[in-house]
């Protein structure tokens, strides 16, 4: 049982219940039998392998005196709690939490931040913005991609994200001519991927037309195009480079508005050629004029005509699908797909609010991206995504569940799961089998220093102090981030800054 939970069921007020909990239990953790935690042997080899954690947030909850240890290939053999720290052992230096999967990334967009943040016609929009988008996309380099794309990657590192879903969308040359190699800048995102660590789930993008009838692409899309067999001999071409360097390989079907019928159904029977269970994203339903353009072309909504249509299910990730109706959210969720939300570049777009309660009374999974990268920050995209349901409802805690109170805490194992799931890779948190992809929290930062645990990870998430309380992150056991920073930081931070300068010269 979370401690949480118990905390409320002692005492009518959480707060006084917790201390009373803690004090009796004498931090032995919740549902522990008492007496002296067992002694575990380690070998000097295995100590390079394990971690050391007072706190540990696992998938049934926090739990206290937590050993990890993993194996050669990082993946986790052993998660005890309540066990006594072995000589040699490193100790984190706060609570450890599962890292946060990032669902949704178009990586080329964190250099494009800040530049659109004014008017530029009476009634800015989504679609102004893209028009913007367009001519950024327009002037990439593979180098700059490349060195965008690192940077991202080390950002998103030291703010909690321990994998990524790239959706990529940006195939060819500048006159929309393929590179000689086609795979040219799926291969940077790899290479980012690589240099920094990062989990990647690389989803190149089946982009076909400009609206919902099959109208021709437009000029703004000529870097995006390609036939449905043409992308096909791309996923053949990056599935090895993809398993070579442990990155899961799906597809991304652009929208409804980009992908016809029978290039969707066709692209779908090819990847199940090449990988079956590989995942499959999508966006979907984000704005209000896309919703209505569907309907005045198939008389449906594009989340209704997707679920007649295709075998969406839980290899699926319903990226946004923001205005959806009543059955829409019932039988989406029934499907099994995850729904992928980004709230930093939703409300940025002006997208609208998904809404939560309905979602996870229909048993939803759910999962975050940061999309546009108006922020990189695991914590205040869950921050934004709970903010938006308390203006919304007018209402505290809404994503706090029946079992875990602690909204934070919640958020956290939910976004975990929804994200470990689209990501189509073992990294669904602390738990044997599972890659060993976790942060620490610096238990000595001012917003956390003197906290229990889960109020340790309430304040990350709802009350920082301007500054990251992320010490260390660790994927596939390798120490990545170490006292919040990244080894690459510096280096890719001026790389980051002259690819953006060149962008915006137009060198
Ligand atoms: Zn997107």
Not at 155 to 179: I, K, N, R, S
Not at 442 to 457: F, S
Request: hydrophobic share 40%.
């Amino acid at each position: 049982m979370p401690c949480a939970k118990r905390r409320v069921d002692e005492s009518g007020s959480p707060f006084f219940a917790y201390f009373l909990w803690r004090s009796k239990e004498s931090r032995s953790p919740a549902g522990a039998r008492p007496g002296t935690p067992p002694r575990l042997g380690i070998t000097k080899k295995a100590m390079n392998h394990s971690l050391f954690a007072n706190d540990a947030l696992l998938p049934t909850g926090w739990a206290q005196n937590v050993l990890l240890q993993w194996n050669a290939e990082g993946q986790l053999t052993q998660v005890q709690a309540n066990a006594q720290a072995p000589q040699g052992v490193a100790q984190a230096k706060g609570p450890v939490l599962p890292g946060t999967p990032n669902l949704h990334s178009h990586a080329f967009q964190r250099a494009f931040g800040g530049l659109t943040e004014y008017r530029g016609e009476a009634q800015d929009s989504f679609w102004s913005w893209r028009t913007l988008m367009y001519r950024f996309a327009q002037r990439i380099t593979p180098a700059q991609l490349e060195a965008i794309a690192t940077w991202l990657y080390v950002e998103m590192l030291e703010a909690g994200y321990t994998a990524v879903c790239e959706f990529h969308y940006v195939h060819h040359d500048q006159d929309g001519t393929p590179y000689a190699d086609d795979a040219t800048l799926a291969q940077c995102l790899l290479r980012a991927a690589q240099k920094t660590g990062m989990g990647l789930t690389l989803l190149p993008v089946l982009y076909q037309t400009s609206g919902f009838g099959a109208t021709p692409p437009n000029d703004g899309q000529r870097r995006f195009i390609r036939s449905t067999d043409n992308m096909l001999r791309l996923l053949e071409r990056l599935k090895p480079l993809c398993d070579a360097q442990g990155a899961r390989l799906g597809l991304a079907p652009h929208s409804l508005r980009a992908v016809p019928p029978d290039g969707l159904r066709d692209a779908l029977q090819g990847l199940d050629a090449i990988d079956p269970r590989a995942p499959v994203h999508i966006h979907i339903a984000e704005q209000t004029a896309e919703v209505d353009a569907c309907v005045a072309w198939s008389g449906q909504r594009p989340v209704e005509w997707l679920l007649d249509h295709a075998p969406v299910n839980a290899r699926w990730c319903l990226v946004h699908a923001t205005h959806m109706d009543e059955a829409e959210y019932r039988r989406a969720a029934a499907s099994g797909a995850v729904a992928g939300i980004c709230p930093s570049t939703e409300a940025n777009l002006g997208d609208g609010i998904f809404d939560m309660p309905r979602w996870l009374s229909h048993g939803g999974a759910w999962g975050v991206g940061s999309d546009s990268h108006a922020t990189v920050n695991a914590a205040e995209e869950l921050l934004l995504l709970e903010y938006g349901q308390r203006l919304q409802l007018r209402q505290r805690n809404v994503l706090a569940s029946s079992t875990e109170p602690q909204v934070a805490t919640a958020m956290t194992l939910q976004a975990l799961q929804g994200g470990a799931q689209a990501a189509g890779r073992a990294i669904a948190g602390l738990a044997v089998g599972q890659q060993a992809d976790f942060v620490a929290l610096d238990a000595q930062h001012l917003a956390l220093a003197g906290l229990p645990a889960p109020e340790m990870l309430s304040s990350h998430v709802f009350a920082s102090h301007r500054t990251s309380a992320l010490e260390g992150v660790w994927i596939a056991g390798r120490h990545q981030v170490q006292a919040g920073r990244h080894a690459l930081h510096d280096e890719a931070a001026r790389a980051f800054v002259a690819a953006r300068q060149a962008i915006i010269s137009g060198n």
